[in-house]
Each structure stands twice: as structure tokens, then as C-alpha cells.
């Protein structure tokens, strides 16, 4: 009985790829992005919401805490999570940076006008390329960043009470 040399080969590689599938099954696929807290903020440029401007990481202030804050209009989360910027605003230590992410400036503006525009910067991402550097995969996404431009924390999802008391005490240690 002979066995051919294509059966070997068809064998071999059958056996191959139900192997790698096998191995692929115990690979973690879950997109992390923890690793960024920790490390220096990445040189960006964004365009200004309402301006062709563009603001960048120099124009950062080194004397205050930055907020950046990823948001939309179509985003339910961002409504619930609206009332705690709105309460983080009025924080002297601290800059809130909203970049509104694959939207329209009109729906984006609409937003700020009906419930209160809780940033000091707007800024506008409309393909989603420039928040990606954050290490944003979603909105609403927050990341609290120090005064050496250093990443301290990143918050996934709408900011709970629980979030806006870490922020708190994070700006105003002394």
C-alpha cells in the first residue's frame, strides 16, 4: 500500500491549522490600553470644534491637572456622565479638554448649547484617527493627565461619583 506523497502534505496541513486554531483559542484577544497610564502624553495636534485651528500638547498648561475627555453627541453614556464634568468644571486646578469624536460640529455644538459645555478646550475628531494616540477605542473615554503631562489615570465608560471623588483628591493633593 502506498500513500502518496499528497496525501502526506494534505494531512500535515490539516493537521497544522487545527493546531494553530487549537493554540488561538488560550491567546488573550481583549484590547488593552492600561499600559499608557504612567508614560508622557504623546505630541498630537487636533483641530479646535469651532475653528480651524489647532490646538497641540505645548499648548498644555504645566501649573494645572488636564482632563481629556472623549465624547458625542449620539453617545448615551456621555449624557449620563454630562453632570459630573459639569461638577469637575468648576475645579480650579484642573482643565477640562472634551474632543468630540466622530461627529458633526452641528450635533456636537447642539449638545454643549442644550446641556451646558463643561470644557475649557473643545476639539473635534471627526474620523477618529487623532484619538487613537489616547489610546480611545470607544466613548466616552477620560483620561486625567498631570501636570507634567504625564497619563496618572484612564477612565473607560462615563465617569461614575466614584471617578470625580479620584480626580478630586488626585488634583488637589499638595
Known amino acids: 500500500m502506498k500513500i502518496s506523497f499528497l496525501k502526506i502534505i494534505s494531512a500535515f496541513l490539516i493537521l497544522f491549522t487545527i493546531l494553530i486554531f487549537f493554540l488561538a483559542l488560550f491567546v488573550d484577544k481583549r484590547y488593552s490600553t492600561e499600559t499608557i497610564v504612567g ?10 470644534l469651532l475653528s480651524n485651528r489647532t490646538f497641540k500638547k505645548n499648548d498644555l498648561s504645566k ?4 482632563l481629556i475627555n472623549i465624547w458625542a453627541s449620539w453617545c448615551l453614556p456621555c449624557k449620563k456622565e454630562h453632570p459630573t464634568l459639569m461638577n469637575l468644571k468648576k475645579e480650579k486646578n484642573l482643565s477640562l479638554i472634551g474632543i468630540n469624536f466622530k461627529d458633526k460640529k452641528l ?5 454643549l448649547k442644550e ?5 475649557d478646550i473643545s476639539l473635534i475628531d ?16 477620560s483620561i486625567l493627565i498631570d ?5 496618572v489615570l484612564k477612565f473607560i465608560g462615563p465617569l461614575s ?14
Open 161 to 174: 461619583t466614584k471617578d470625580y471623588k479620584t480626580i478630586l483628591k488626585l488634583i488637589n493633593e499638595k
Open 39 to 48: 508614560k508622557q502624553i504623546d505630541n498630537f495636534e487636533i483641530k479646535f
Open 147 to 151: 501636570k507634567k503631562h504625564n497619563i
Open 126 to 141: 471627526k474620523n477618529g484617527t487623532s484619538s487613537i494616540m489616547f489610546g480611545v477605542y470607544g466613548v466616552p473615554e
Open 115 to 119: 446641556l451646558g459645555n463643561p470644557y
Open 107 to 111: 450635533n456636537a455644538s447642539g449638545f
Open 63 to 66: 501649573d494645572q491637572y488636564h
